[in-house]
C-alpha cells in the first residue's frame, strides 16, 4: 500500500512535469550587431520579466528556446551601450535583428569640455591622488604650482598666484564643494610666492576650467578651480610630517556612515631663512598656524553631509623700505583667516539630485608700518555664500540643472596715521543669481548645453543676463569643442572703496578646441578669444568703468603615459595676445603680467629598484612687458624671458615613511618681473630704476611623512 | 484506498499551492542552481560572460535577491583581470562598483561578503593601473577587508585577500612579507571550519591551496 501511494506520487509529480515540458515552445534566434554593423559578442539577450535568455556568440548570433506566449519583449543588453527592446509575437522571434547603440557619452559625464582640466581623471582612468600634484618637481606639493604648469596659466614666480589667458589673477576664483573660497591664497611679503591656504591632500578632485565654465560659476572673468573632498573617509589613520619650513600632524577617525579628520600645520621659515638667506631684513620670521578639520556623514537614502572648517594666522616682522626712498621703516603683519563650509548633497529617485550648501568666508589683516612708519591698516573681508541646486534627468537624451545663489559680502578698510584716520571706507553689499542649465544629446555624437545666469549686483542695483552655449561633437576619441559665454565680476574692493557705482566687469569667451584621448595620450587643441569691457580704471583718482580689452590666444597640451613604462611626461604650450586699458593704464597695452609664449615640460619617472618618483620640470616664458618713464610711450621693454629648471625626488623608505625633497630654479637664474623707477628725477635728470625679482631665486625643501597607525602605508594624506 | 485518493489530492493541491504562493523561491533556487554551477564550471572568458549574464537577468527578475547581483559584480571583476583591453576593463570596474554599491541596499545580504567584494573591486582598480591607482586607493582597499573581518572573523575571503595584497604591496615595495604563509594558513583553516549556506560566496578556497603549496616549497 505505501508503496502504490509512493507511485502515484510520483506519477503525480512525472506527468506535470512532463505537462510543462512538452507545453508549446517557441525558438528565439537572430544577430545582434553594433550601429556601424559589426556583430557583438556577449551581449545579453533575454525576454523581458522572465528567464529566458542567453548570450550572442562571437558572429553576434543567439538562439534559445522560449515557452513564453502571446506578446513578448526581448531586450538586448550590454555593458557600454544603451539596451535594445523588440516587441513581437513569441512565434516570429526567430530571425530577428538587434542593433545596440554606444551610450551616449554626454549625459554620462562629460569629462572633455572646452578649457576644463579634470585632474581628478572622471574617466576614473587616472584617479589623480593630491599625491601626483606633491610630486610633480616644480609644484612643492602646492595645488596652485602644480596647476601652472597646464596651458594658459602663466608663469608668476613671483606671487604665486594663478593668471589665466591673459587675465590677471583677480579674474581666478576657487571652490571648495561648490562653494566660494574668498582668499584661497596664503598672504606673502611683497615678490615672495603665496601658496594655495588648503593642503592638496585634503581634495580628491582637482578640477580646473581655464575658461568656457559652467553657468554654475559666476564672478569670474578668466577661471575657476573648483576642488571637492572626499564624500567619505573609510580608513582610520593618523600621521605627521616634519618639512625643513615647518611641521604639522593629523588623522582620521572612521566610523561605519561618518569621518572626522583634522590637520594641523606650523609653518616657521625662520631656520631657513639662516641657512639660505633671501632679499628681506627679517625681525620676526613669517609664520604660519593651521587648524583644518572635515566631519562627512553618508546619510540614509543616499545622502551625503559636510562640513568643513579651517583656520589660520599668519604673522610676520621686518625691516623695509620702498625703493629709492632711503628711509627703512619697520613692518608688522598679522592675518587671521577663517573659512567654514558646509554642504548636503543628496541624489533622489527619478533622475532628481539635490544640492545645497553655506561657506563663511572672514579674513582680517593688520599691517602696522604698511607705507609709512607708525602707520597702521587693517582691512577686514567676509564672505556668507548660499548655494542650492536642483537637478533632473529626463531620459538619456535631457537633463535640466536649476539653482539660486547668494553672496553677502563685506569689507571695511581703514588706513590710519594715529590718531588720525586717513582713508578707508566699508561696503557691504549681495550679488544675487538663478541659474538654468540644459544638457541635452542632440545623436550619440552630438552634445548640446544651454544655460543662463540672471544675476543682480545690489552696489549698484544692476540685474545682468549672463548666456552661455556649448556644442561638443565626437567621433571615437576625437572630440570636436566649441564654447560662447558672456561672465562677470565686480571690480576689486580697492576701486569699490572709491566708487560703489562701478559696473561689473564682463567678459565675453570664444572658444574652439579640438581633443583626442586614447591609450593613456590625452592631446588637446584650443584657441580661444576674450573680448573684456566695463574694466574699472582710476586715473588720476577718477573711478570709472570705462576699461576694455581683449585677450587671445592658442593653448596646445599634451600627456602620454604609456610611451615609455614608468615614465608619464606633459608638454603645455601657450600663445597669449592680449591688450587692455584698465587701472591706470593711459593707453590700452599688453598687461604687465602677461607673457605671449609660454612652455611647460614636466617628465615623471617612477623608478623601482629605489622606489622613488623623480621628476624634472623646465618653464620657460618670454618676457613681461615695462615702462620706462624715461621714454616715450607706455609699455615699451620687455623684460628677459622667464627660466626655471625644478627638480624633485618622493622616496618610499618604507611602508610608513615618506621622504620628497623639492629643488625649484636649480640653475639659480635671476628671473626679472618688472622693473621700478623712482618717483622723482635723479641728478642726471634721469629715473633710476631697479629690476624686480622674486624675494629668493631658488627654493629647496625636503620633508618626511610618517603614517603612524595601523596597515596604510605610502599615504601623506590624513584627510 | 479513497481515503489515500483525497489525501494526494489535498496533498497535490496544497504543493500547488504552495508553488503559487512562493512562486519564486522554487524557481529561483532551480536557475540560481544552473548559474552558480555554470559559474564554478565556467572554463573560458565567454563561459564566464554567460554565467555573467545569467545572473544578471536572474537579479532582473528577483529584484529582492542580493546574490545575484553580487556574482554579477564578481565576474565582473574576474573579467577585468583577464581582459587586456584597458577600456574593457575600465568599463566592468566601474559596473562592479556600481553592483557593490547597490549591494548595500539590501537588507540580508551579508554585510562581509560585500565589504569584500568592495576590496576586491578596489584591488581590479589597482592592478589595472598600479603607479596611479596604488597610492590614491590601497587605503579604501585595506580598510574594506579588514571591516569585512571585522563584521564576521570566520569570513575566509578577505583574509586570505588582505594577505595576498599585502604580499603584493611588499613586493612592490621590495620588501618582504614573513606573515604571508602564516596569515594564508589562517585563511585555510577559517575556509575547512566554514559550512556555506546554498549559493553563498565560497571561492577561493583552491587558490589559498596553491599559494600554500608554493610557501611549502620555500
Not at chain 1, 548645453?449 to 556649448?470: C, F, G, K, M, Y
Request: aromatic share 12%.
Amino acid at each position: 500500500m505505501k508503496t502504490h501511494c509512493r507511485f502515484q506520487i510520483f506519477l503525480f509529480v512525472f506527468l506535470f512535469q512532463t505537462i510543462i515540458s512538452y507545453a508549446q515552445t517557441y525558438t528565439v534566434a537572430g544577430i545582434v550587431v553594433d550601429d556601424k554593423g559589426a556583430p557583438m559578442m556577449s551581449v545579453n539577450i533575454y525576454i523581458s520579466e522572465t528567464l529566458e535568455g542567453t548570450s550572442s556568440r562571437e558572429d553576434g548570433s543567439f538562439d534559445f528556446k522560449t515557452t513564453a506566449k502571446g506578446e513578448i519583449t526581448l531586450c538586448a543588453q550590454m555593458l557600454g551601450y544603451n539596451p535594445a527592446y523588440l516587441k513581437g509575437e513569441a512565434s516570429g522571434m526567430d530571425r530577428v535583428h538587434l542593433v545596440l547603440h554606444p551610450q551616449n557619452i554626454a549625459l554620462q559625464e562629460v569629462f572633455v569640455t572646452a578649457g576644463n582640466y579634470r585632474l581628478q581623471g572622471s574617466s576614473k582612468w587616472k584617479e589623480m591622488s593630491p599625491v601626483s600634484i606633491a610630486t610633480t618637481a616644480g609644484a612643492a606639493g602646492d595645488i596652485y604650482n602644480g596647476i601652472a604648469l597646464l596651458p594658459g596659466v602663466q608663469a608668476a614666480g613671483e606671487s604665486g598666484k594663478l593668471m589665466v589667458r591673459g587675465g590677471d589673477s583677480r579674474e581666478s576664483q576657487t571652490f571648495i564643494d561648490e562653494m566660494h573660497v574668498l582668499s584661497p591664497y596664503t598672504y606673502t611679503p611683497e615678490n615672495s610666492a603665496a601658496r594655495g591656504r588648503y593642503s592638496p591632500f585634503l581634495f580628491e578632485g582637482i578640477n580646473f576650467s581655464s575658461g568656457g565654465f559652467s553657468s554654475d560659476y559666476s564672478q569670474s572673468l578668466s577661471s575657476v578651480l573648483p576642488l571637492t573632498t572626499k564624500d567619505e573617509s573609510p580608513v582610520t589613520k593618523i600621521g605627521v610630517s616634519l618639512l625643513s619650513v615647518g611641521m604639522g600632524g593629523g588623522g582620521t577617525k572612521a566610523w561605519a556612515s561618518s569621518s572626522l579628520s583634522f590637520n594641523g600645520d606650523y609653518q616657521n621659515i625662520g631656520p631657513y631663512n639662516k641657512l639660505f638667506p633671501d632679499n628681506y631684513d627679517w625681525i620676526n620670521p613669517y609664520q604660519r598656524i593651521s587648524g583644518e578639520s572635515q566631519f562627512r556623514k553618508t546619510l540614509a537614502n543616499k545622502g551625503i553631509w559636510k562640513t568643513y572648517l579651517a583656520y589660520d594666522r599668519t604673522s610676520f616682522a621686518q625691516h623695509t623700505s620702498e625703493a629709492f626712498n632711503p628711509i627703512n621703516r619697520r613692518l608688522d603683519f598679522e592675518e587671521d583667516n577663517l573659512y567654514l563650509n558646509s554642504t548636503f548633497r543628496k541624489t533622489l529617485g527619478k533622475g532628481y539630485k539635490f544640492f545645497s550648501g553655506i561657506a563663511v568666508s572672514s579674513n582680517k589683516k593688520r599691517i602696522d608700518g604698511a607705507k609709512l612708519a607708525s602707520d597702521a591698516l587693517l582691512d577686514t573681508e567676509s564672505e556668507i555664500h548660499l548655494k542650492i541646486k536642483g537637478e533632473k534627468r529626463y531620459s538619456n537624451l535631457y537633463k535640466l540643472t536649476a539653482g539660486a545663489e547668494s553672496m553677502l559680502r563685506r569689507d571695511s578698510l581703514s588706513y590710519m596715521y594715529p590718531p588720525a584716520v586717513l582713508t578707508g571706507g566699508e561696503i557691504s553689499h549681495s550679488i544675487n543669481s538663478l541659474f538654468l542649465i540644459n544638457d541635452f544629446n542632440l545623436s550619440a555624437s552630438l552634445q548640446g548645453n544651454v544655460s543662463a545666469r540672471v544675476e543682480q549686483t545690489s552696489l549698484n542695483n544692476h540685474w545682468q543676463i549672463l548666456p552661455r552655449a556649448s556644442l561638443t561633437y565626437k567621433m571615437k576619441d576625437f572630440y570636436l569643442s566649441a564654447i560662447a559665454g558672456l561672465y562677470q565680476q565686480l571690480p576689486d574692493n580697492s576701486f569699490l572703496l572709491r566708487n560703489q557705482h562701478l559696473s561689473a566687469e564682463r567678459c565675453w569667451q570664444y572658444i574652439v578646441g579640438a581633443y583626442h584621448e586614447a591609450n593613456g595620450k590625452t592631446f588637446r587643441l584650443e584657441v580661444y578669444n576674450k573680448k573684456y569691457h566695463n574694466l574699472a580704471t582710476n586715473l588720476n583718482n577718477n573711478y570709472k568703468s570705462d576699461g576694455y580689452g581683449y585677450a587671445r590666444g592658442i593653448d596646445l597640451f599634451l600627456n602620454d603615459r604609456e610611451v615609455v613604462k614608468n615614465l608619464e611626461y606633459m608638454l603645455a604650450y601657450s600663445y597669449n595676445d592680449s591688450k587692455r586699458k584698465y587701472g591706470d593704464y593711459p593707453v590700452e597695452a599688453m598687461p604687465q603680467y602677461a607673457t605671449r609664449h609660454n612652455l611647460s615640460v614636466a617628465l615623471k619617472y617612477w623608478f623601482q629598484p629605489i622606489r622613488s618618483t623623480i621628476g624634472i620640470t623646465d618653464r620657460y616664458a618670454s618676457g613681461r612687458p615695462y615702462h620706462n618713464p624715461n621714454e616715450e610711450g607706455f609699455m615699451q621693454h620687455t623684460t628677459s624671458p622667464y627660466n626655471s629648471l625644478d627638480l624633485s625626488i618622493s622616496f618610499l623608505l618604507n611602508k610608513k615613511v615618506i621622504i620628497h625633497a623639492s629643488a625649484s630654479n636649480i640653475l639659480g637664474r635671476n628671473n626679472v618681473y618688472n622693473y621700478t623707477y623712482s618717483s622723482s628725477r635723479g641728478e642726471d635728470g634721469a629715473f633710476a630704476g631697479s629690476p624686480v625679482n622674486a624675494s629668493r631665486n631658488s627654493f629647496f625643501m625636503i620633508g618626511i611623512f610618517i603614517t603612524l597607525s595601523g596597515n596604510t602605508a605610502y599615504d601623506v594624506s590624513n584627510f | 484506498m479513497k481515503k489515500m485518493k483525497l489525501f494526494l489530492l489535498i496533498l497535490s493541491l496544497s504543493g500547488l499551492g504552495f508553488i503559487n504562493a512562493q512562486n519564486a523561491q522554487p524557481e529561483f533556487s532551480d536557475i540560481m542552481t544552473r548559474a552558480y554551477t555554470s559559474l564554478q564550471n565556467a572554463e573560458s572568458p565567454q563561459d564566464l560572460v554567460n554565467a555573467r549574464n545569467t545572473m544578471e537577468r536572474i537579479s532582473m527578475k528577483f529584484t529582492d535577491q542580493w546574490l545575484p547581483v553580487y556574482y554579477t559584480s564578481y565576474v565582473d571583476i574576474i573579467l577585468s583581470f583577464v581582459n587586456e583591453n584597458k577600456e574593457t576593463k575600465l568599463t566592468y570596474i566601474t559596473e562592479a562598483k556600481e553592483l557593490v554599491k547597490k549591494l548595500n541596499n539590501y537588507p540580508d545580504a551579508d554585510k562581509s561578503e560585500v565589504s569584500t567584494l568592495t576590496g576586491f573591486a578596489l584591488n581590479a582598480q589597482i592592478a589595472a593601473d598600479p603607479e596611479n591607482n596604488g597610492p590614491a586607493l590601497f587605503g579604501e582597499l585595506i580598510g574594506a577587508y579588514k571591516v569585512a573581518i571585522a563584521i564576521d572573523p570566520s569570513n575566509p575571503r578577505p583574509v586570505y585577500l588582505l594577505a595576498r595584497f599585502n604580499r603584493d604591496m611588499a613586493k612592490f615595495m621590495g620588501q618582504t612579507s614573513p606573515e604571508f604563509c602564516k596569515e594564508l594558513l589562517k585563511a585555510k583553516e577559517l575556509y575547512e571550519a566554514r559550512k556555506d549556506k546554498p549559493f553563498y560566496p565560497s571561492w577561493g578556497k583552491e587558490e589559498v591551496t596553491r599559494l600554500l603549496l608554493e610557501c611549502n616549497k620555500q
